[in-house]
């Protein structure tokens, strides 16, 4: 059996052969077994090539924007994800990080699917560390994970064929961190070799389109991508943190109306700064002057008021100090 040292070696390997062939990428897709650290390696190279990076969280609301009120069948799900992303792929390089990831671009040319795996036992040792679970109660945990991913997997792609990856890293050999780098020496020309063209995703959008009108639905291509420009210094630190914690965030994902006029036009809203999806939870930050948070105090109060059921917590000033004093960072 091949020591850890030599499988590492034989895949930095096969990663020169990749980035010196004439290997034309748009997209980049990364999945893996749950608690193998996937969704950490797929934000971290996201962050590298300075791609934007797909989420559960941010494709469910892409598809939301992109088709309304409209109820999209379990059986129309891949469909309807594919057509949205290659459109989005003509004009945005993309880390697609979704469990499954590698059966919604099975069409499109210009990807590199990448998945992580880990051991059982590793992947346990992450559960015991993340949730500070006991080891018994761990493995009941991950029992429950790997059947979810299974349910969904079967809800989405059905009885889809075992998917072919371009590269697959093992985290008992490489962790997270290293993964990043070895994906990012994968990847590093995806972005100077030009974005998915528009004749492909023409051709993938009909095919698309097809499936989804026998279920009546059409796209309206209203959703795009939203790159995070955040407003404060303080709320790109805290995004940090969020990733060290492999916590994962949205943007501004959303905007709450607070006031109507006698139109029913809106005429005061308020948008929280992130959205964790994995807790359910809106997040505030509040690290300006004292004398300007009684104006957002108010806004959080008619929003609990009025969305009752939006759970929301606000970072006050001396929250956001206490953690830059416990992690050493500098304040802006």
Known sequence: MASPRNVAQLRLLSLVTLVNCKYWMALLTISGEPASRWEEVAHGAAQMLGFDLVTESRLRQWLNEEFGETAIPEQAWRAAAASLLARLATSHHLVIGLDGAEH???????????RITASNAM?????????RMEKQEAAAQLAVLDAEAKRKRKQRFGRAS???FDLTINTAYIDPPHAVEVIGAAARRLSEQGLLSAAAASEIQFD???????HGIAPAGVAHVKR??????SEEMFSHLLDFYRIQWDYEPRSFP???DKDGNVTEAFTPDFYLP???????????????VTKKNRK???????YPHINIQVFYQKDYQDLVFKYGWKAS
């Open 104 to 114: 919604l671009t099975r069409s499109m040319p210009l990807v590199l699917r990448v």
């Open 123 to 131: 992947r346990l040792g992450n559960v015991m560390l993340d949730e």
């Open 162 to 164: 075992a998917a072919d």
């Open 208 to 214: 698309m389109r097809l499936r989804l009108a026998r």
């Open 228 to 233: 995070n420009v955040f407003g404060h210094p």
């Open 258 to 260: 607070l006031q109507w």
């Open 278 to 292: 994995d807790l359910d939870l809106y997040v505030e930050l509040t690290t300006m002057k004292q004398s300007l």
């Open 300 to 306: 959080v109060k008619l929003l609990r008021a009025i």
